[in-house]
């Protein structure tokens, strides 16, 4: 369903819960390993790293930008660009986040149960979004559907924020029991085709790690 669809039905049928209040994080990595390949094969190595990631809580977006996301095409098919006009920020945010816990590769593949504890999740947590450093928070386009973190739990049950970008074949998960983050990236191996009398490397698979704390601009 497209979402301009989806922001019809949200206007018409559901009334959406008031977004909780949750802090921003900043993480920063102490270390950085992977897989690289010659052409003998593949090879373990260390990186060095300055990686900085923060995971801003859907709370913490700037009123200004919360404006320009709502105009742009994450709520309407590109050129129809009305937006939200005769809605409040707050109003503008709670229907983000609906939306935002739904932009999940598998969300259409799950039970109806399991898409209802998803959008629950969302509705008592709130949906992060995460960046690097080098990345201005104040634009719109740091809030596309790649950029969403959730809220989760590991196999002790404790809680987690997770974030999982399919187009790029990385991941991101931080503990909030442990403090602790990891990034990691398959790279390009799978779908490496080597021209003929010639050698390119397949981008190295990548790890990195660190702590977060929490983070107040």
């Given at each position: ?12 049928f ?40 923060f ?14 996301i ?13 937006g ?17 816990s ?12 399991l ?20 990345e ?8 596309y ?17 997770a ?12 503990s909030?029991?442990?403090?602790k ?11 490496w ?5 010639e050698?390119?490397?397949?981008d ?14």
């Amino acid at each position: 369903m497209r979402l301009i669809c989806l922001v019809s039905l949200l206007a018409s049928f559901i009334t959406v819960a008031e977004v909780p209040s949750k802090p921003d994080y900043r993480c920063v990595a102490n270390r950085a390993y992977g897989i690289t390949y010659d052409e003998d094969g593949p090879y373990p190595v260390k990186f060095n790293t300055d990686s900085v990631f923060f995971l801003m809580h859907i709370s913490n977006i700037p009123d200004k930008t919360l404006e320009d996301i709502s105009k742009s095409s994450l709520f309407f098919d590109e050129g129809v660009g009305k937006g939200m006009p005769n809605s409040s920020v707050e109003e503008i945010r709670e229907s983000f986040n609906y939306i935002a816990s739904m932009w999940n590769p598998l969300f259409d593949f799950l039970t109806p149960d399991l898409k209802k504890f998803v959008r629950d999740k969302a509705e008592s947590q709130g949906v992060y979004f995460i960046r690097r450093s080098n990345e201005n928070p104040n634009e719109a386009r740091h809030y596309y559907p790649s950029n969403v973190c959730r809220h989760v739990t590991d196999y002790n049950d404790r809680p987690a924020i997770a974030c999982y970008n399919a187009m790029q074949r990385d991941s991101f998960i931080f503990s909030l029991y442990m403090g602790k983050f990891e990034y990691s990236s398959i790279g390009s191996w799978v779908d490496w085709v080597p021209k003929a009398g010639e050698y390119r490397k397949p981008d190295s698979s990548y790890f990195e790690q660190g702590s977060c704390e929490e983070y107040y601009r």
